[in-house]
């Protein structure tokens, strides 16, 4: 059965196409970033880290809450469709990052994949940014974390592991469904929840740290699934896990209601109500402190839900060393003696 996807129109176009009969089927277009810096600086008090490195813009896993479709306005396209199947790559992004962890004042601080998109989407199998740039951290002696769906990560556990045993490297798979039909709604690019526990299993065999990500929970749609995300997440080898709420910012949750009353519309309204009441009435609170966090009796049973089952299956805490805020420069080669 064909749907149509919303595409919100963006804010920053100079001019826009309003279709008078239903638009033509969103195909995949490849696009080049000629970027000068690969490095983005996050000053939000709300997150644990202050690099990351996006070699994609762009997500062709299409989920319909992601945060970053807004970003996509940027560029004069829209946060539907376009962020799905318009995904832009920066072929230069390994020697852009070199060039950044060279300079004599890079600190050798905690560098996250990625802060917008995920990393190992599908494109990267044939662009390989994201491991071409692992190889620069590895090299420069730089911590690394992952964050990811997609089981390509797989195809780097080797590397990984040498670096969770230098400088430091973890992996974070998110698993916000144990549902597979839920899961196909609402990211229908993304692999099934059973292959991201099976990653977990690759990765943690081969001595990567690594943990599950519940996030976002979506009340009324996952918020009974933390309980086997974490038990089969732990199977897996999962060490640490984080629970985060939904937050759909106003061209996200345009996206999300077309996608959960297309596929879903038995259960569409009680989902939106439920999110409502997480937070305070709206469907996003983008107040620094407040955008991680859920509100009300409903959200807070989540919570401890998630506490229980952690505690009760010996979840550790994050390695911390991974998030020292300075490590120094790399010392440079020693001068070989002539005699």
Same mark, same amino acid.
């Given at each position: 059965?064909?749907?149509?996807?919303?595409?919100?129109?963006?804010?920053?176009?100079?001019? =826009?196409?309003?279709?008078?009969?239903?638009?033509?089927?969103?195909?995949?277009?490849?696009?080049?970033?000629?970027?000068?810096?690969?490095?983005?600086?996050?000053?939000?008090?709300?997150?644990?880290?202050?690099?990351?490195?996006?070699?994609?813009?762009?997500?062709?896993?299409?989920?319909?809450?992601?945060?970053?479709?807004?970003?996509?306005?940027?560029?004069?396209?829209?946060?539907?469709?376009?962020?799905?199947?318009?995904?832009?790559?920066?072929?230069?992004?390994?020697?852009?990052?070199?060039?950044?962890?060279?300079?004599?004042?890079?600190?050798?601080?905690?560098?996250?994949?990625?802060?917008?998109?995920?990393?190992?989407?599908? *494109?990267?199998?044939?662009?390989?940014?994201t491991r071409a740039c692992l190889r620069v951290c590895a090299e420069l002696e730089t911590p690394v974390g992952v964050i990811t769906k997609a089981s390509l990560v797989e195809r780097d556990a080797t590397l990984l592991a040498e670096m969770a045993a230098g400088a430091g490297a973890e992996v974070v798979v998110s698993i916000p469904f144990h549902n597979a039909e839920v899961c196909r709604v609402i990211e229908p690019g993304a692999p099934p929840p059973s292959r991201r526990y099976r990653t977990i299993q690759v990765l943690a065999e081969a001595g990567v740290p690594?943990?599950?990500? *519940?996030?976002?929970?979506?009340?009324?749609?996952?918020?009974?699934?933390?309980?086997?995300?974490?038990?089969?997440?732990?199977?897996?080898?999962?060490?640490?896990?984080?629970?985060?709420?939904?937050?759909?910012?106003?061209?996200?949750?345009?996206?999300?209601?077309?996608?959960?009353?297309?596929?879903?519309?038995?259960?569409?309204?009680?989902?939106?109500?439920?999110?409502?009441?997480?937070?305070?009435?709206?469907?996003?609170?983008?107040?620094?402190?407040?955008?991680?966090?859920?509100?009300?009796?409903? =959200?807070?049973?989540?919570?401890?839900?998630?506490?229980? =089952?952690?505690?009760?299956?010996?979840?550790?805490?994050?390695?911390?060393?991974?998030?020292?805020?300075?490590?120094?420069?790399?010392?440079?080669?020693?001068?070989?003696?002539?005699?």
């Amino acid at each position: 059965m064909l749907r149509s996807i919303a595409n919100p129109v963006s804010l920053f176009p100079g001019a =826009w196409t309003e279709w008078e009969v239903p638009p033509p089927p969103a195909t995949l277009s490849v696009f080049e970033d000629d970027s000068k810096t690969i490095l983005s600086r996050n000053d939000s008090p709300d997150l644990h880290f202050r690099w990351s490195v996006n070699p994609y813009r762009g997500c062709f896993h299409g989920c319909a809450y992601c945060y970053a479709r807004p970003s996509h306005e940027f560029l004069g396209w829209g946060s539907g469709s376009d962020f799905e199947r318009k995904l832009v790559v920066k072929p230069n992004a390994a020697e852009l990052l070199r060039e950044a962890l060279a300079r004599p004042s890079w600190e050798r601080e905690f560098i996250l994949f990625s802060g917008n998109t995920d990393c190992y989407q599908p *494109i990267e199998l044939q662009f390989g940014l994201t491991r071409a740039c692992l190889r620069v951290c590895a090299e420069l002696e730089t911590p690394v974390g992952v964050i990811t769906k997609a089981s390509l990560v797989e195809r780097d556990a080797t590397l990984l592991a040498e670096m969770a045993a230098g400088a430091g490297a973890e992996v974070v798979v998110s698993i916000p469904f144990h549902n597979a039909e839920v899961c196909r709604v609402i990211e229908p690019g993304a692999p099934p929840p059973s292959r991201r526990y099976r990653t977990i299993q690759v990765l943690a065999e081969a001595g990567v740290p690594v943990g599950v990500n *519940i996030a976002p929970v979506i009340p009324g749609l996952s918020d009974t699934d933390v309980p086997r995300i974490l038990q089969n997440a732990r199977n897996a080898g999962a060490r640490f896990a984080r629970l985060l709420p939904v937050r759909l910012a106003p061209q996200v949750d345009q996206v999300f209601t077309e996608r959960i009353q297309a596929g879903m519309p038995l259960r569409a309204e009680a989902v939106l109500a439920k999110i409502r009441r997480m937070r305070g009435g709206e469907l996003n609170d983008a107040r620094f402190g407040m955008r991680f966090r859920g509100q009300g009796q409903e =959200w807070a049973a989540t919570e401890a839900t998630f506490q229980i =089952w952690y505690k009760k299956l010996g979840f550790e805490h994050r390695p911390e060393r991974l998030y020292s805020p300075a490590r120094g420069p790399v010392a440079p080669p020693k001068q070989q003696s002539l005699f």
